[in-house]
């Protein structure tokens, strides 16, 4: 049996120690550090998108995630802070409503990647800003529902007159307009970003006016219709299996594009200040028309045409959805 010397041991060791210590950490490195703050539960429908993207990383083994749910603004800055100092290379969240105290924390840590959903613009060197920008499936949204309408009276509930609730809402009355130009809407606010009561009681104020589709941009919304045997539009999330003969159609938003593009930056350490707006666009895969499910033999096949047409013509960069961030009214 060949006897090995202190020094062949010795280095017999180190070969060994080096390659398997040298692997774990080189693994470990390719898991980024994520923390999100959030002012509402996970979930409300916009923040819902976010969390499932990075629920989605974690899961793939990219990410660590941690997370925040009903943060209040004033509390906002501090969670922030306290995600920075842990360590997090990237951190998420909402700024529409605390974006003075959101862009401090980033001056005040350059070396952290930040990506909020913002009104603003990219502040350098850290801050990216993204917005669910889906007016191009809630315009196709739009014409289904003006040709589901036997009254020709759509209820529209939303949450802020924002730009990021404007747009969309605005998209889908020109869709709607498209398929019938003398649709009447019946447009109201409620103040809030979650309180599916309050958006219900909105609901059937809309109905008891003959409104006969509803357009949900807030939850709440749909469970009126079904209620009252009306037809509901969902917004940036599919809810057609909870509802199946009430939610017509939904302009989904999907955050993974976002997401995969800033973890990209961030791990090749080329993040900087940009909009990632862009990633919410059907082109990228950021946002889809919703599959009809129950009512795919429901709605007029002349429509889904038209609709089918439309989408293409969106895809090619034949048909621009107009960008409106004006508040909309009734008429």
């Not at 350059?110 to 315009?139: M, R």
């Amino acid at each position: 049996m060949p006897v090995l010397s202190r020094r062949g041991l010795l280095c017999a060791a180190l070969v060994l120690s080096t390659g398997l210590l040298g692997a774990l950490p080189a693994q470990a490195q390719q898991k980024i550090k994520v923390a999100a703050v959030y002012t509402v539960p996970v979930e409300q429908q916009w923040v819902s998108r976010i969390h499932k993207a990075l629920n989605e990383a974690r899961a793939r083994g990219e990410i660590d995630y941690v997370f925040s749910e009903n943060v209040a603004n004033a509390d906002y800055e501090r969670v922030m802070r306290q995600y920075a100092e842990q360590g997090n290379a990237l951190i998420l969240g909402e700024a529409f409503a605390v974006e003075a105290a959101a862009r401090k924390v980033a001056r005040d840590y350059p070396k952290t990647a930040f990506l909020l959903g913002s009104s603003g613009k990219p502040q350098a060197p850290n801050f990216s800003v993204f917005d669910n920008y889906i007016q191009e499936p809630a315009y196709l949204t739009g014409m289904i529902a003006a040709s589901m309408s036997k009254s020709g009276h759509i209820g529209m509930v939303g949450g802020y007159p924002i730009p990021e609730v404007n747009r969309l809402m605005n998209a889908f009355m020109d869709g709607a307009r498209e398929i019938n130009p003398k649709t009447k809407f019946t447009v109201s606010f409620i103040g809030s970003w979650f309180d599916p009561p309050k958006a219900k009681e909105a609901a059937f104020a809309m109905i008891d006016k003959g409104a006969d589709v509803l357009y949900a941009e807030r939850f709440g919304v749909s469970d009126a219709a079904r209620e009252k045997g009306r037809l509901a539009i969902g917004n940036v999330v599919d809810t057609q299996a909870q509802y199946p003969e009430t939610v017509v159609a939904s302009a989904l938003w999907n955050m993974e594009p976002t997401v995969g593009a800033a973890l990209a930056k961030v791990k090749a350490g080329k993040f900087a200040a940009e909009d990632y707006g862009q990633y919410s666009l059907m082109k990228f895969k950021g946002s889809e028309l919703a599959p009809l499910g129950t009512f795919a033999r429901k709605v007029p096949a002349d429509t889904l045409r038209k609709v089918e047409a439309r989408q293409k013509e969106i895809l090619a960069g034949k048909f621009s959805v107009k960008v409106n961030d004006g508040a909309p009214k009734s008429n």
